[in-house]
């Protein structure tokens, strides 16, 4: 009985990890002959998801934090960090966002449907203390300018004037574009 005890045991202990925790690593290749590498790290224990797009001067790290319900993009060109809500009506789970990923890995699953898309625009708001949306977020936002992004429904989001966009798209399953108003250089 003992000796079952700590083979189970021993087996939670060598399993979990491999349960927890999801990593997927994709490259693709660009129309104009260069490549973009995007490794989605999941914690599933803290429900944080990180995602990394190595794409030269358009690299990009973001982090969902569902537990906060907060997502924070950091792209590298632009030495600032954008704060959003997280919509969860279009972001998927945790849960959903480990199986797509593996199955865009592994080349299963249906067909490819289109990207669900969202829209922010950067506020002039900064978001001065970082620690309310979480360590992962203040961690990745920690020592660049960080504005608050709002999401932007329908065709308004394109009249801005001039304040320029980043496109942080997440391996064909979720389309984010946040974009500069007013006071925000982009």
Known sequence: MKLTICLAALLAV?????LADDSVRLTNQGN???SVSQTVNIDNAKNIA???TDAGWNSWN???DYNNGFIALRPFAKKSCYIHRMNKNVVPSIQELARLTKEKKDHKGPAQAPPRSLQYSVTSTKADNLNQYGKPIEALCRGVPSYIAQEVQGD???????GGCVNAGLLFILDISVCG??????
């Open 62 to 64: 973001s982090i969902w």
């Open 14 to 18: 060598f399993l979990t990890p491999s």
């Open 32 to 34: 104009d002959g260069g």
């Open 156 to 162: 308004s989001f394109f009249a801005f004037g001039g």
């Open 50 to 52: 990180n995602i990394n």
């Open 181 to 186: 108003e007013g006071g925000v250089q982009f």
